[in-house]
């Protein structure tokens, strides 16, 4: 199974910093179809996860712009530029290319 | 308006076998895929099957002895059962269409224990 590494597991920062989470697949992601499966989700708590960024770098609609995705083949960043109050929760990356669907273990944001 | 919900019994005894639905709307399953995705209390994300557009399904190697994932078309629902629960299988158990991961439900709490 494709394991996905993600760096830092805490991260503490404050309103309107801007903080970038790191995910490193133990295999490249990047799919026969010239597409990258590579996802980031955040999970407020006590709700369910919310689509960020689809295929490393698309935003998903309603998201704010300032978040954004990079990445390619085993290495991917989700960054947010600006953290705002609603943006504290754990991010997730999952990948969708190989099977089975795995995801990161999870980087908490925190207010400092 | 894409939705999805699932429902199920939040207690289920050890060994017994348990039996969740996800119902959808705003969108058919005979042109969307759904994964199950479950999660331990305080834990991360885990899938745990789909069953894919044109009705086949694909499990999770960890659960695959123990879990069957099927749908009904008609009524906009798709189907978990696993048996042989044991207490490792407390957690909040998610649907959302799969592919896009754009919509999830607002997940069960199903808890094992006697």
């Known amino acids: 199974d494709v394991v996905l590494t993600q760096t830092p597991p805490t991260l503490s920062a404050t309103i309107g910093q801007s903080v970038s989470i790191s995910c490193r697949s133990s295999q490249s992601l990047l799919d026969g179809d010239g597409d990258t499966y590579l996802n980031w989700l955040l999970q407020r708590p006590g709700q369910s996860p919310q689509l960020l960024i689809y295929?490393?770098?698309n935003l998903a609609s309603g998201v704010p712009n300032r978040f954004s995705g990079s990445g390619s083949e085993t290495d991917f960043t989700l960054k947010i530029s600006g953290v705002e109050a609603e943006d504290l929760g754990l991010y997730y990356c999952?990948?969708?290319?190989?099977?089975?669907?795995?995801f990161g273990a999870g980087t908490k944001l925190e207010l400092k | 308006q894409v939705q999805l919900k699932e429902s199920g019994p939040g207690l289920v005894q050890p060994s017994q076998t348990l039996s969740l639905t996800c119902t959808v709307s705003g969108f058919s399953l005979t042109s969307n895929s759904v994964s199950w995705v479950r999660q331990p209390p305080g834990k991360g994300l885990e899938w745990m099957g789909a069953i894919w557009s044109g009705g086949s399904t694909d499990y999770n190697s960890a659960l695959k002895s123990r879990l069957s994932i099927s749908r009904d078309t008609s009524k906009s629902q798709v189907f978990l059962k696993m048996n042989s629960l044991q207490t490792e299988d407390t957690a909040i158990y998610f649907c959302?269409?799969?592919?896009?991961?754009?919509?999830w439900g607002q997940g069960v709490m199903v808890t094992v224990s006697s």
């Open positions: 959302t269409r799969h592919w896009s991961f754009d919509y």
């Open positions: 999952m990948q969708a290319t190989h099977a089975p669907l795995t």
């Open positions: 295929s490393v770098s």
